[in-house]
């Protein structure tokens, strides 16, 4: 592949106390494309998701060895800052998980804790901005003071991508972002995903082979903590080269 | 149809099992319901008559020989008068066949001590009273009012009654002269502990109540929420912090009476502060109240949903802002919750007060943490322990007010975690 490449992981190993999650595992992501992370449950998938952005860091059982390097630089490295790190790789998590708090507050609470904008108007336009993004403004500019709580599963959702990118990140790791949509739903955030492609590096984990084929134009196929091939997702999907691949996307493990 | 049959016989010795288990649990809570109705009926029966005190009308004769002892009628004199016997020969004017002076210290004992200052002040206030007679309502002592308010009293055997058969006539012939009221008892809202019924009242430990919980909650609250977030979001795990952990949660189960003890020791005789003070009272109650908010406050804490903090963490938050921005929020309710119930088990506590010397008979309302004051619960007890008839009402009526403020207190804590709980 000739694309840039903003996240390259090397040889990354991560344990849980004893038991080991990944296993050397090198992967490239390419800048500014969807990549999935395909596999059966318990494969590891969220915990390398979780790598990216050192969420990891929050277990204390969890141990990482190897590197994963960002934009030329390691992000494991002592002298980054893993709350900087955040500010730059957002996430969206498997539940939708909006604060209670207001809908406007939601999305203006990472601007406001990072001091990026300097007047209410400012930050006011900003989260007008953040919510158009997140193709969510229509639908709730008449009450941005509603709790975001009070919105429908999708809705809430769209409104933590809206959060996630008020802070303009350069990636968005996405867990399983529509397990717990309804399938119209399901169709707004995965049409959502390819506008937002255009601008962010994304990663998004799935459990679901149609949503990897739908949305993304690199696939990682993860099995027992092993990557087991990674390509093209057209060509993941037609022809794969690992017989673990195959049977998975048959249908014959997971 | 062979397993069926089973099923079905089964079932029935099931369901006669739930029903046996229901009737047991409704069993349960009758006589727990029971019990509790007996006891509030019985202080509230009691500590109703507390509430009222018994008056007697009298025409008062400001008699200016008795008052003024010296020739140029002086302030002083007037402070000094024999206000006794000014209201003795009102009483006498009232029944003027009696001339015995035992018995006229009798007939004068109908009326409460205090009303000598009270008319004292009445004259200081209005010196042209001097000379004149006016009708007044005084406040009858204790014994009189007990035999009012009780009239089963009056057919006790005169050797076993408070009152003799002679007292008993003279009351009710003031009685027949409609000279006998019952009113609002002022003196049990406004006073602190005497030693005449009469004139005791619940305000003087009230306000030390006040002082005493006031220091626990300014102690306690800060010190246990910052030791609590501590623990829950910042502290590491390991073997350190569990120590810590299990000797909190020991620490709430100690006796209180050891709390009592170690104030005695530390606070008393090592820092040498004022025995008796609401400040020394709320520095021990703190002690004892912080453990439960300690608890509190972890299982609060533990109760935000993790997906919360990772929300804030993801957006790059700092372990602080979020712990501050959203955790101890979302925790406040449970956390207030937990400091109210923690501040009326304090406001109920009397044994380690006891130690540390808030038991004293104290007559004056105290005015500051310094002051020397005793606190609800402890009134109570002193007022239970004391012989005189009368304070077997205010013992009851003691209660009464400690119990409002317990159910205000709790109903506080409910209405905080219903208005503010937060659903997910
Ligand atoms: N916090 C954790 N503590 C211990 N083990 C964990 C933790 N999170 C995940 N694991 C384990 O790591 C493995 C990979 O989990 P995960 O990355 O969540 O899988 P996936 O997202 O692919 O379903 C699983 O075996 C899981 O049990
Ligand atoms: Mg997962």
Known sequence: MTEKIKIKSKNVNVYYGQKKALDKINLEIPTNKVTALIGPSGCGKSTFLRCINRMNDTIDICRIEGKIIVDEEDIYSTEVDPVLLRAKIGMVFQKPNPFPKSIFDNVAYGPKIHGIVNSNDELEELVIYSLKKAGLFGEVKDRLNDTGTSLSGGQQQRLCIARAIAISPQIILMDEPCSALDPIATAIIEELIDELAKNFTIVIVTHSMQQAARVSQQTAFFHMGSLIEVGRTDQIFSTPSQKKTQDYITGKIG | ?424
């Not at chain 2, 709320?282 to 990772?310: D, H």
């Open chain 2, 1 to 424: 149809m062979n397993n069926l049959k089973k099923i079905e016989y089964s079932l029935k010795k099931r369901k006669r099992q739930e029903s046996r288990f229901k009737i047991y649990g409704l069993l349960g809570i009758a006589t727990a319901v029971s019990f509790l109705c007996i006891i509030l009926s019985s202080i509230f029966m009691e500590g109703k008559k507390a509430f009222l005190s018994t008056y007697i009308k009298l025409e008062v004769y400001f008699d200016p020989d008795i008052i003024y002892t010296s020739n140029d009628q002086k302030e002083e004199d007037i402070k000094f008068a024999n206000f006794q016997k000014i209201i003795k020969n009102s009483l006498n004017s009232f029944f003027p066949e009696i001339s015995d002076k035992g018995e006229l210290r009798k007939l004068s004992n109908f009326i409460s001590s205090s009303e000598e200052e009270n008319l004292m002040k009445l004259v200081l206030k209005n010196k042209q009273l001097v000379g004149q007679k006016i009708t007044l309502w005084l406040l009858a002592s204790s014994k009189i009012d007990v035999i009012n308010k009780n009239p089963d009293m009056e057919l006790i055997a005169e050797e076993d009654r408070l009152i003799s058969d002679l007292e008993l006539n003279w009351l009710n012939e003031i009685r027949s002269a409609n000279n006998i009221k019952s009113n609002f008892n002022k003196n049990f809202f406004v006073k602190a502990d005497s030693t005449e019924p009469e004139q005791a009242g619940i305000w003087g430990s009230l306000v030390g109540s006040f002082f005493t919980l006031f220091v626990t909650l300014i102690l306690s609250f800060p010190i246990a929420v910052a030791a609590g977030v501590f623990l829950e979001e910042l502290a590491p795990k390991n073997k350190f912090t569990d120590f810590i952990e299990v000797n909190i949660n020991n620490l709430a189960a100690v006796p209180s009476i050891i709390f009592g003890l170690l104030g005695l020791a530390i606070f008393l005789n090592v820092m040498h502060l004022p025995r008796s003070a609401p400040i020394v009272g709320g520095m021990v109650l703190a002690l004892m109240t912080l453990p439960t908010i300690i608890i509190a406050t972890r299982a609060s804490l533990k109760a935000v949903p993790p997906s919360i903090r990772e929300a804030a963490i993801g957006l790059g938050a700092t372990k602080f802002q979020t712990v501050t921005h959203h955790v101890l929020p979302l925790s406040l309710p449970g956390i207030l919750t937990g400091t109210i119930i923690g501040m009326s088990q304090a406001l109920g506590e009397s044994a380690p007060l006891l130690m540390i010397g808030m038991v004293a008979f104290i007559v004056d309302v105290p005015g500051s943490f310094l002051d020397s004051s005793t606190v609800l619960p402890v009134q109570i007890y002193l007022w239970k322990s004391t012989a005189a008839r009368g304070f077997v009402e205010l013992t009851a009526a003691g209660v009464m007010v400690l119990l409002s403020f317990l159910i205000l207190m709790n109903g506080i804590a409910v209405f905080i975690r219903q208005k503010f709980e937060k659903k997910w």
